[in-house]
Protein backbone atom coordinates (compact mmCIF):
# COMPACT_ATOMS: atom_id res chain seq x y z
CA UNK A 1 0.00 0.00 0.00
CA UNK A 2 2.49 2.68 -1.17
CA UNK A 3 1.85 5.99 -0.61
CA UNK A 4 3.53 8.56 -2.48
CA UNK A 5 4.10 12.07 -1.40
CA UNK A 6 5.50 14.30 -4.45
CA UNK A 7 5.26 17.56 -2.75
CA UNK A 8 5.97 19.19 0.70
CA UNK A 9 3.53 18.19 3.70
CA UNK A 10 4.40 21.51 5.67
CA UNK A 11 4.66 24.13 2.18
CA UNK A 12 1.97 22.51 0.31
CA UNK A 13 1.12 21.60 -2.88
CA UNK A 14 3.35 24.08 -5.12
CA UNK A 15 6.12 23.28 -3.60
CA UNK A 16 7.09 19.90 -5.81
CA UNK A 17 10.09 17.45 -4.07
CA UNK A 18 13.43 17.66 -5.65
CA UNK A 19 15.58 14.89 -5.94
CA UNK A 20 17.84 14.22 -3.01
CA UNK A 21 19.13 11.02 -2.62
CA UNK A 22 17.58 7.58 -2.94
CA UNK A 23 17.17 4.12 -1.42
CA UNK A 24 16.53 0.89 -2.58
CA UNK A 25 12.70 0.84 -2.96
CA UNK A 26 12.06 4.86 -2.26
CA UNK A 27 13.54 8.12 -3.33
CA UNK A 28 14.35 11.01 -1.05
CA UNK A 29 12.66 14.04 -1.90
CA UNK A 30 13.53 17.28 -0.49
CA UNK A 31 11.07 20.39 -0.26
CA UNK A 32 12.56 24.20 -2.68
CA UNK A 33 11.16 26.28 -0.01
CA UNK A 34 11.16 24.69 3.87
CA UNK A 35 14.49 22.20 2.61
CA UNK A 36 12.90 19.28 4.64
CA UNK A 37 13.42 15.89 3.29
CA UNK A 38 11.35 13.34 3.25
CA UNK A 39 10.86 9.39 1.62
CA UNK A 40 8.66 8.67 -1.87
CA UNK A 41 6.62 6.60 -1.17
CA UNK A 42 6.26 7.84 2.55
CA UNK A 43 4.93 4.37 3.40
CA UNK A 44 4.72 0.69 1.72
CA UNK A 45 3.01 -1.02 4.98
CA UNK A 46 -0.68 -0.35 6.24
CA UNK A 47 -1.64 0.71 9.71
CA UNK A 48 -2.53 -2.66 11.27
CA UNK A 49 1.25 -3.53 9.48
CA UNK A 50 3.23 -0.45 11.12
CA UNK A 51 1.81 -1.17 14.47
CA UNK A 52 2.29 -4.77 14.61
CA UNK A 53 5.52 -4.39 13.33
CA UNK A 54 9.39 -4.98 15.63
CA UNK A 55 9.68 -1.55 15.80
CA UNK A 56 7.39 -1.91 18.51
CA UNK A 57 9.35 -4.24 20.11
CA UNK A 58 8.88 -4.26 23.79
CA UNK A 59 11.87 -6.04 24.55
CA UNK A 60 14.61 -3.67 22.82
CA UNK A 61 12.74 -0.97 24.37
CA UNK A 62 13.09 -1.80 28.03
CA UNK A 63 16.61 -2.68 27.45
CA UNK A 64 16.60 1.38 27.31
CA UNK A 65 14.88 2.18 29.52
CA UNK A 66 18.06 3.75 32.14
CA UNK A 67 19.51 5.28 29.02
CA UNK A 68 16.14 7.02 27.85
CA UNK A 69 15.03 8.09 31.52
CA UNK A 70 18.48 9.68 31.71
CA UNK A 71 17.69 11.49 28.63
CA UNK A 72 14.04 12.65 29.61
CA UNK A 73 15.29 14.01 33.21
CA UNK A 74 17.90 16.23 31.03
CA UNK A 75 14.90 17.39 29.01
CA UNK A 76 12.50 17.86 31.56
CA UNK A 77 15.32 19.93 33.71
CA UNK A 78 15.66 22.57 30.77
CA UNK A 79 11.81 22.58 30.32
CA UNK A 80 11.45 23.27 34.04
CA UNK A 81 14.00 26.37 34.09
CA UNK A 82 11.73 27.50 31.64
CA UNK A 83 8.64 27.85 33.66
CA UNK A 84 8.28 27.64 37.53
CA UNK A 85 4.85 26.70 37.65
CA UNK A 86 4.68 23.92 36.15
CA UNK A 87 3.40 21.09 38.51
CA UNK A 88 0.17 23.30 37.93
CA UNK A 89 0.43 22.57 34.23
CA UNK A 90 -1.95 19.84 32.07
CA UNK A 91 0.54 17.79 29.94
CA UNK A 92 0.23 15.36 27.40
CA UNK A 93 2.51 13.07 26.20
CA UNK A 94 2.15 11.82 22.52
CA UNK A 95 3.91 8.48 21.77
CA UNK A 96 3.77 7.72 25.50
CA UNK A 97 5.29 3.59 24.50
CA UNK A 98 6.33 2.22 27.65
CA UNK A 99 5.38 5.32 30.03
CA UNK A 100 9.41 6.01 30.42
CA UNK A 101 8.27 9.58 30.18
CA UNK A 102 5.43 9.75 32.13
CA UNK A 103 7.45 7.73 35.27
CA UNK A 104 10.04 10.39 34.80
CA UNK A 105 7.33 13.28 35.33
CA UNK A 106 6.18 11.32 38.36
CA UNK A 107 9.76 11.41 40.04
CA UNK A 108 9.64 15.01 39.33
CA UNK A 109 6.40 15.23 41.14
CA UNK A 110 3.78 15.89 38.67
CA UNK A 111 1.52 14.01 37.02
CA UNK A 112 1.12 14.07 32.95
CA UNK A 113 -1.17 11.43 30.91
CA UNK A 114 0.15 10.09 27.71
CA UNK A 115 -1.61 8.40 24.63
CA UNK A 116 -0.08 5.87 21.56
CA UNK A 117 -1.38 3.92 18.74
CA UNK A 118 0.25 0.55 20.04
CA UNK A 119 -1.91 -1.32 22.97
CA UNK A 120 0.96 -3.37 23.98
CA UNK A 121 2.89 -0.55 24.64
CA UNK A 122 -0.54 1.02 26.63
CA UNK A 123 -0.96 -2.37 28.42
CA UNK A 124 2.69 -2.06 30.08
CA UNK A 125 2.68 1.75 30.64
CA UNK A 126 -0.78 1.72 32.17
CA UNK A 127 0.13 -2.01 34.57
CA UNK A 128 0.10 0.34 37.93
CA UNK A 129 -2.50 2.61 37.10
CA UNK A 130 -4.14 3.84 34.22
CA UNK A 131 -2.47 6.83 32.59
CA UNK A 132 -2.02 6.27 29.10
CA UNK A 133 -4.42 5.70 26.48
CA UNK A 134 -4.76 3.61 22.98
CA UNK A 135 -5.24 6.08 20.45
CA UNK A 136 -3.43 9.50 18.79
CA UNK A 137 -4.14 13.29 18.83
CA UNK A 138 -7.64 12.81 17.87
CA UNK A 139 -11.33 14.05 18.90
CA UNK A 140 -10.90 13.32 22.53
CA UNK A 141 -8.94 15.80 23.28
CA UNK A 142 -10.90 18.86 23.69
CA UNK A 143 -9.32 22.25 21.81
CA UNK A 144 -7.67 24.45 24.48
CA UNK A 145 -7.33 21.55 26.88
CA UNK A 146 -3.41 21.53 27.57
CA UNK A 147 -0.44 23.70 28.42
CA UNK A 148 2.31 21.43 27.62
CA UNK A 149 2.45 18.60 25.28
CA UNK A 150 5.62 16.31 24.39
CA UNK A 151 6.17 14.49 21.43
CA UNK A 152 9.76 13.26 21.30
CA UNK A 153 11.00 11.17 17.98
CA UNK A 154 7.36 11.26 16.87
CA UNK A 155 7.43 13.91 14.31
CA UNK A 156 10.14 11.99 12.01
CA UNK A 157 7.44 8.85 11.50
CA UNK A 158 4.54 10.83 10.50
CA UNK A 159 3.50 10.54 6.93
CA UNK A 160 1.40 14.10 7.82
CA UNK A 161 3.55 16.43 10.58
CA UNK A 162 1.30 19.49 9.23
CA UNK A 163 -1.99 18.06 10.67
CA UNK A 164 -0.11 16.72 13.26
CA UNK A 165 1.52 19.96 14.74
CA UNK A 166 -2.01 21.84 13.77
CA UNK A 167 -3.62 19.63 16.09
CA UNK A 168 -1.18 20.04 18.90
CA UNK A 169 -1.75 23.84 18.55
CA UNK A 170 -6.22 23.17 18.83
CA UNK A 171 -5.80 21.54 21.54
CA UNK A 172 -3.12 23.80 23.48
CA UNK A 173 -4.36 26.56 25.37
CA UNK A 174 -3.04 30.04 24.49
CA UNK A 175 0.57 30.47 25.61
CA UNK A 176 0.55 26.58 25.55
CA UNK A 177 3.89 25.00 24.31
CA UNK A 178 4.88 22.16 22.14
CA UNK A 179 8.19 20.22 23.09
CA UNK A 180 9.67 18.13 19.77
CA UNK A 181 12.76 15.99 19.68
CA UNK A 182 13.74 14.71 16.17
CA UNK A 183 17.09 13.86 14.02
CA UNK A 184 18.06 17.03 12.39
CA UNK A 185 19.69 17.91 9.29
CA UNK A 186 22.10 20.52 10.28
CA UNK A 187 24.20 18.03 11.76
CA UNK A 188 27.92 16.81 11.43
CA UNK A 189 26.85 13.66 10.82
CA UNK A 190 24.38 14.72 8.00
CA UNK A 191 26.45 16.49 6.47
CA UNK A 192 29.16 13.44 6.46
CA UNK A 193 26.80 11.18 5.33
CA UNK A 194 25.47 13.58 2.88
CA UNK A 195 28.98 13.85 0.83
CA UNK A 196 29.53 10.00 1.36
CA UNK A 197 26.18 9.31 -0.79
CA UNK A 198 27.08 12.05 -3.32
CA UNK A 199 30.44 10.88 -3.89
CA UNK A 200 29.07 7.13 -4.37
CA UNK A 201 26.59 7.96 -6.95
CA UNK A 202 23.72 7.88 -4.18
CA UNK A 203 24.07 4.29 -3.06
CA UNK A 204 25.03 5.31 0.23
CA UNK A 205 22.13 6.24 2.81
CA UNK A 206 23.24 7.08 5.94
CA UNK A 207 21.16 9.40 7.08
CA UNK A 208 18.39 7.66 8.26
CA UNK A 209 15.72 8.28 5.47
CA UNK A 210 13.19 5.53 4.58
CA UNK A 211 9.82 4.99 4.14
CA UNK A 212 8.42 3.22 7.10
CA UNK A 213 10.74 4.49 9.33
CA UNK A 214 12.11 8.16 9.38
CA UNK A 215 9.62 9.49 6.55
CA UNK A 216 10.66 13.14 7.24
CA UNK A 217 14.20 14.99 8.12
CA UNK A 218 13.86 18.19 9.27
CA UNK A 219 16.00 21.10 9.73
CA UNK A 220 16.20 25.10 11.25
CA UNK A 221 14.54 26.37 7.79
CA UNK A 222 11.90 23.89 8.32
CA UNK A 223 11.26 25.06 12.26
CA UNK A 224 11.37 28.08 10.62
CA UNK A 225 8.87 27.88 8.09
CA UNK A 226 6.73 26.26 11.50
CA UNK A 227 6.17 30.05 12.60
CA UNK A 228 3.51 30.27 9.58
CA UNK A 229 1.54 27.88 11.17
CA UNK A 230 1.07 29.91 14.39
CA UNK A 231 4.26 28.78 16.34
CA UNK A 232 6.57 30.85 18.09
CA UNK A 233 10.35 29.05 18.68
CA UNK A 234 11.34 29.67 22.50
CA UNK A 235 14.24 26.96 22.20
CA UNK A 236 15.71 25.15 19.49
CA UNK A 237 19.28 23.23 20.19
CA UNK A 238 20.84 20.35 19.70
CA UNK A 239 21.40 17.12 21.16
CA UNK A 240 23.65 13.93 20.27
CA UNK A 241 22.64 10.54 21.05
CA UNK A 242 24.10 8.68 23.37
CA UNK A 243 27.21 7.36 21.38
CA UNK A 244 25.86 3.36 21.67
CA UNK A 245 23.31 4.05 20.44
CA UNK A 246 24.55 5.14 17.41
CA UNK A 247 27.26 2.46 17.15
CA UNK A 248 23.99 -0.25 18.06
CA UNK A 249 22.57 0.57 14.68
CA UNK A 250 25.55 -0.62 12.61
CA UNK A 251 25.27 -4.01 13.75
CA UNK A 252 23.99 -4.86 10.50
CA UNK A 253 27.48 -3.70 8.79
CA UNK A 254 29.77 -5.55 7.10
CA UNK A 255 33.26 -6.06 9.06
CA UNK A 256 35.12 -3.68 7.46
CA UNK A 257 32.00 -0.75 7.30
CA UNK A 258 31.79 -1.60 11.29
CA UNK A 259 35.30 -1.27 11.96
CA UNK A 260 35.05 2.24 9.92
CA UNK A 261 32.24 3.11 11.63
CA UNK A 262 33.89 2.13 14.82
CA UNK A 263 36.53 4.79 14.30
CA UNK A 264 34.96 7.44 12.81
CA UNK A 265 31.73 7.60 14.82
CA UNK A 266 33.18 8.52 18.09
CA UNK A 267 35.43 11.26 15.78
CA UNK A 268 32.38 12.62 14.26
CA UNK A 269 30.26 12.70 17.53
CA UNK A 270 32.99 14.46 19.55
CA UNK A 271 33.61 17.11 17.11
CA UNK A 272 29.82 18.01 16.85
CA UNK A 273 29.35 18.19 20.46
CA UNK A 274 32.37 20.95 19.80
CA UNK A 275 31.06 22.86 17.01
CA UNK A 276 27.43 22.64 18.22
CA UNK A 277 26.42 20.42 15.40
CA UNK A 278 24.85 17.68 17.09
CA UNK A 279 22.05 15.16 15.27
CA UNK A 280 19.00 15.72 17.17
CA UNK A 281 16.95 19.02 17.61
CA UNK A 282 15.13 19.81 20.77
CA UNK A 283 12.61 22.34 20.11
CA UNK A 284 10.22 24.46 22.43
CA UNK A 285 7.51 26.09 20.17
CA UNK A 286 4.82 28.34 21.74
CA UNK A 287 1.48 29.15 20.43
CA UNK A 288 1.22 32.23 19.05
CA UNK A 289 -1.52 34.34 20.97
CA UNK A 290 -4.83 34.76 18.72
CA UNK A 291 -5.08 38.58 19.18
ZN1 LIG B 1 8.47 22.71 2.68
Known sequence: MDQNQKYCDICGEDFKGVFYGKGS??????????????SDPLTTKNFKETIDSDYWAEDVYIKEELAQKARFRKQLTKILKLDK????????DIGS???????????????AEGCDINQNAVKYCNREKVRSRVGSIDS?????????VFAFNLIEHLPHPKE??????????????????????????????RLGDKLTGYKLNYYGVNSDGHIHKFCNKTFEILK???FEIVINEKINSPINEILGKTAYLSAFNKYFMRISVPIVWFFANLLGQQNRAFIVLKVKNSD
Do not use: M
Not at 181 to 188: F, K, V, Y
Open 140 to 148: FYKDNSFDV
Open 97 to 111: GLGFFLDVCEEKGFT
Open 85 to 92: NFKEKKIL
Open 164 to 193: FLLNCKRILKDDGVLILETPTQNSLFHKFA
Open 228 to 230: QLG
Open 25 to 38: KYNILQCPNCDLIW
